[in-house]
């Protein structure tokens, strides 16, 4: 069936370093791909989507392209702050039928020393 | 629009207990989700709806849970009687089927049981 497979945590690094989240996918049809984030003690957010292959999704120095021939949608950003500690989770969206499914993958928590 | 709305923020209660959690989706989203997310498992899908109805309960551990979506502003998940292992925050989604489904999440609802 469908899936979400990301890289496991934690994940440390030391501020301005280089990131790099591993995300691979399962699916059939042309699903859309998400990163959302999740800070300690809230709700995951949205933090970049793409929706067909190629696509790039950016957002707050976080990157991440659709490649539809490695089935990936790896998260990247060329150097990080403390402010980025959080997990991070990789998903995509399906449609069934006449229903579409949200499915995420396990999450990786990234730690940022100062 | 204040967002997807959780109630309680904590619950804490005994064992045997019935326990029952709330949600208010954004106004004109079509789908509702609940999620579980522990430790040891991560993110688990528990149940699904598109306009009210189910769609997929397959992710519900077994028949101590259940949940319902009277309307379209209003849903609980229900677990009776509680077990210790159903210590977990649960989160409530929402999205719209148009365009790319962004799932919009609630702050959760941190359930322990003694």
């Known amino acids: 069936g469908d899936s979400v497979t990301q890289m496991e945590g934690p994940v440390t690094l030391s501020e301005e370093a280089f990131l790099t989240i591993n995300c691979t996918y399962t699916?059939?049809?042309?699903?859309?791909l998400f990163w959302y984030v999740q800070y300690p003690g809230e709700g995951l957010q949205l933090l970049l989507k793409?929706?067909?292959?190629?696509d790039k999704g950016s957002n707050k120095g976080f990157e991440a392209t659709y490649r539809k021939e490695t089935t990936s949608f790896h998260l990247e950003k060329g150097s990080v702050q403390v402010s980025d500690s959080a997990v991070y989770f990789c998903?995509?969206?399906?449609?069934?039928?006449?229903?579409?499914?949200?499915?995420f993958g396990s999450g990786t928590r990234l730690s940022i020393r100062p | 629009d204040a967002g997807v709305i959780q109630s309680p923020r904590h619950e804490v209660t005994e064992m045997g207990q019935e326990v029952t959690l709330r949600c208010k989706p954004i106004?004109?989203?079509?789908?509702l989700f609940w999620y579980r997310q522990t430790m040891m498992r991560g993110l688990e899908l528990l149940i699904y709806?598109?306009?009210?109805?189910?769609?997929?309960d397959s992710g519900m551990p077994e028949d101590r849970f259940s949940a319902k979506m009277p309307n379209a502003s209003f849903s609980t998940l229900k677990i009776q009687p509680s077990e210790p292992r159903d210590s977990a925050v649960y989160f409530c989604a929402s999205t719209v089927d148009r365009g790319v489904p962004e799932a919009f999440f609630g702050q959760g609802t941190r359930l322990t049981v003694v």
């Open positions: 106004s004109g989203h079509d789908y």
């Open positions: 793409a929706t067909k292959a190629d």
């Open positions: 998903a995509l969206s399906v449609t069934y039928s006449s229903a579409s499914k949200i499915i």
């Open positions: 709806f598109n306009n009210n109805v189910p769609i997929d």
């Open positions: 699916a059939t049809g042309y699903p859309s």
